[in-house]
């Protein structure tokens, strides 16, 4: 602790490449997961093939027993937010299903999400997933370049904020994080512009940057299972999250494939690995 505030844990560059791994196993563990969520299928069935990856590679799931929770992923449908349970729900034409979920090499964490369209959605469902989307690389990118976490949280803001259409809302009650050793770490990732800066930005930091966004307004409650999330109004949700780390080279965007190269170019970065 330094002036009551939680440490931040910064990371050499073997221990990011050792994230690396974790994040390309979730990275493919996802993918299955997203390809085999059509109609019909349960959220059950779709947490047993992630975790079939996860066990392909050697790798451990963070969220299995984590302060009890029941599965691998997080399966959140419609107007679930965020940390549902994969249950014998058989998805249906039109949902909007959220698939969160993370993977451990050797200790070290990687966590990443993604809204998952199934069958034909509401275009409104689709414009949601896809600003949710591009509001994550806008604080990723800004991550690049920053001086403070807090311009993180300024740059979501401000993208969700300029796109043209019926406004979204960005939740406030949930939040990114740091990560590495531990899943869930210093420091908090807001996704709002809170008029604080926030942590300096170091090299050796490691965040998981996750908007969240809604159709209506942004209340929400946590049903009687003490874990899912859901807005107040019955609005539909996105949530997007990748893990992203920074060193000296610059940014590099740990559990997508490409490094973030793809989601980075409209903004400008260029994702830099580390070789050695």
């Not at 990371?11 to 994040?23: D, F, H, P, S, V």
């Not at 302060?67 to 549902?84: K, L, M, R, Y």
Request: net charge negative; glycine share 12%.
């Amino acid at each position: 602790m330094a002036l009551g505030q939680p440490r931040i844990e910064y990371k050499t560059n073997l221990q990011i490449l050792k994230m690396r791994e974790a994040g390309l196993v979730l990275a493919e563990a996802l993918d299955e997961a997203s390809a085999a969520a059509r109609p019909g299928v349960t959220t059950k069935s779709i947490d047993a093939i992630f975790a079939k990856v996860l066990e392909r590679h050697g790798a451990t799931s963070n969220f299995l027993g984590y302060h009890g929770f029941p599965a691998s992923i997080c399966a959140s449908v419609n107007h679930e937010v965020v940390h549902g349970f994969p249950s014998d729900y058989e998805l249906k034409d039109g949902d909007v299903l959220k698939i969160d979920g993370g993977a451990i090499i050797d200790g070290w964490h990687s966590d990443s999400a993604r809204t998952v369209l199934i069958g034909n959605v509401d275009p409104a469902d689709q414009r949601l997933s896809e600003i949710t989307e591009q509001a994550m690389w806008a604080g990723i990118a800004a991550f690049s370049k920053a001086r403070f976490i807090g311009q993180i949280g300024e740059a979501i803001d401000d993208f969700v904020s300029s796109q043209p259409g019926a406004p979204l809302g960005i939740l406030e009650d949930y939040c990114g994080h740091g990560i590495g050793s531990a899943m869930h770490m210093a420091p908090d990732v807001l996704n709002y512009n809170t008029g604080h800066r926030g942590p300096r930005i170091k090299p050796g930091m490691a965040l998981a940057i996750e908007p969240m966004l809604v159709r209506g307004q942004i209340g929400t409650s946590v049903l009687e299972d003490d874990w899912t999330v859901v807005t107040d109004d019955k609005a539909n949700a996105s949530q997007w999250e990748h893990t992203v780390a920074i060193h000296l080279g610059g940014i590099w965007v740990l559990s997508a494939h490409d490094g973030g190269a793809a989601g980075l170019a409209p903004f400008g970065v260029t994702p830099s690995p580390i070789t050695a």
